[in-house]
């Protein structure tokens, strides 16, 4: 491998690291853009944990380019959380395979992979403005009609009165609505705002803070956020590929992957679980109880969660990565992020852990690239004040 090179970027990227043939390239994927908008449908609903649409961008336009080189090829992201690397797959002519035990993650994924026609979006606006009125009507008077729904009474202590009124009333109106793409468009999208208009502060804190949103504010941020996503999904539509690309969402254990047979992808890219960072189940609790999605599998299946509780990371990630053997081609990629991260206030290296057990299940480390980023907090101030703490993209191929 060649020398290793160290330069200085900016205050998110303070130094990188690369080796390998592919080094450098997955260095410029790791540096985060100073333009932060996210294009397309990327925008679409919050979910913690995700990468930039640039990092996948860069890499698959290495190893596919335009969309005739890469049709009939597929593209796995086996932890996909909110899609990003499925719409890139697509915009590239790839079949895309996403999977997560998280179900509110397939609720958002799909949404931001699916194309719309302009005829479509204004038939979904119109019925998210037809609901928005039905609400305000409803709002309006002494004794709306009451809503039986279970759990409920668990959610009602997360929301101010009047916003929870007109929630109870918002999602009544779109469960009544006939199962087709409608339903679900506007279920996500409610998905969007079950946080945003609680007392939490944000998906990832824990911390409560009353919002300040006036009578009427869920009603406005249905319709708007529908008339965004919708304009964003007829621009994905009118950039797509044709023939247009295969999606397939999976919600299944990635220790296991039982839906996908032997050499199913040509190439795998994921940002697995950082340990001990985040509790997905918690973030979206909210969300699963009020759109009564089984999140069992999430709970008791997700690696490493903040909470403890959980499957142990590395156990899960040994067990993972027989799976990505089992469903790569044999002259396939394997490319993963992972980030260092603290255990019991001590800095652990990402990468290094990483390695060890990629290599100890048959893949070998061809190429990666290792971003420095900024603390946030004292733990992480102490705990990297030697090493400092880093982002990692490695790439790997089967021995």
Partial sequence: MPARRRRSLSQQNLATECEGALGTLLADALTIPRES?????????????????RLVRTVLDELGGSPENNRGRTVLDPFMGGGTTLVEGNL?????????????????ARERTRPRTADQARRLVGEAERIAALVEALRRE???????????????????????????????????????????????????LAVKFSNRRSDSSEETEPPRYPKGAVI??????????????????????????????LEEDARLLPSLGWG?????????PYPGTYDYHEHHRLR????????????????????????????????????????????GHLFVVIADWLDRRHAVDGAAITLRIAQSKGWRCESRASVQRAVHNRAERTAFAKRGKW?????????
């Fill in 37 to 53: 908008a996210y294009r397309l449908t990327h925008g679409f609903h919050p979910y913690p944990g995700r990468f930039h649409p």
């Fill in 92 to 108: 590239l002519g790839l079949d895309v395979v996403g999977n997560d035990l998280n179900p509110v993650a397939g609720l958002v």
């Fill in 142 to 192: 002494k004794h709306p009609p009451r809503v039986r729904r279970p759990g409920l009474p668990r959610l009602a202590p997360h929301y101010a009165p009047h916003l929870f009124a007109e929630l109870v009333q918002c999602i009544r109106l779109i469960d009544d609505l006939r199962a087709g793409t409608a339903r679900e468009t506007l279920r996500a999208v409610f998905s969007a």
């Fill in 220 to 249: 406005r941020f249905l319709v708007s956020k529908c008339q965004e996503l919708a304009e964003a999904q007829v621009t994905l539509g009118e950039r797509l590929p044709r023939p247009r690309p295969g999606v397939t969402l």
């Fill in 264 to 272: 199913a992808v040509d190439l795998i890219l994921t940002s697995p």
């Fill in 288 to 331: 699963m109880d009020w759109l009564e999605l089984d999140g069992q599998a999430l709970f008791d299946g997700e690696a490493g969660p903040r909470r403890g509780e959980g499957v142990s990371w590395s156990a899960a990630m040994r067990d993972a990565m027989v799976a990505f053997a089992r469903v790569m081609k044999r002259e």
């Fill in 391 to 399: 982002e990692h993209l490695l790439h790997f191929r089967r021995i």
